[in-house]
């Protein structure tokens, strides 16, 4: 079992930044992929950026390409999310999600891979 806990949302205004934290406890955190997904209202939950287990590999979806980046401490058990440059339709609730993935540099990008979530955390960037 892990437990997911994302702090630092908030209101922004378009071209600042947030950063984006979760602190995982429970199992080997090093045992997991991690991903951040986030999900707007009407709009289907979607991948922003995943990072394997050994944190050698990332994964950015293009919408944020260039502007958010995924990083990870797995002494610490946090994986965090940098986003620069925020516009009005990065506005959603952000989920920190664990991946169960036996190989090591693997990212995977669908919400059902992976195993455990977060209660989310609300961005909203004005314009």
């Known amino acids: 079992q892990v437990q997911l806990v994302e702090s630092g949302g908030g209101l922004e205004q378009a071209g600042g930044s947030l950063r984006l934290s979760c602190a995982a406890s429970?199992?080997?955190?090093?045992?997991?992929?991690m991903g951040w997904f986030r999900q707007a209202p009407g709009k289907e939950r979607e991948i922003v950026a995943g990072?394997?287990?050994?944190?050698?590999?990332?994964y950015s979806a293009d919408s944020v390409k260039g502007r958010f980046t995924i990083s990870r401490d797995n002494a610490k058990k946090t994986v965090n999310l940098q986003m620069n440059s925020l516009k009005p339709e990065d506005t959603a609730v952000y989920y920190c999600?664990?991946?169960?993935?036996?190989?090591?540099?693997?990212?995977?990008?669908?919400?059902?891979?992976?195993?455990?979530w977060g209660q989310g955390t609300q961005v909203t960037v004005s314009s």
């Open positions: 999600a664990a991946d169960r993935v036996a190989y090591i540099d693997l990212v995977r990008r669908s919400p059902a891979d992976y195993d455990y």
């Open positions: 429970g199992r080997t955190f090093s045992n997991y992929a």
């Open positions: 990072i394997s287990r050994s944190g050698g590999s990332t």
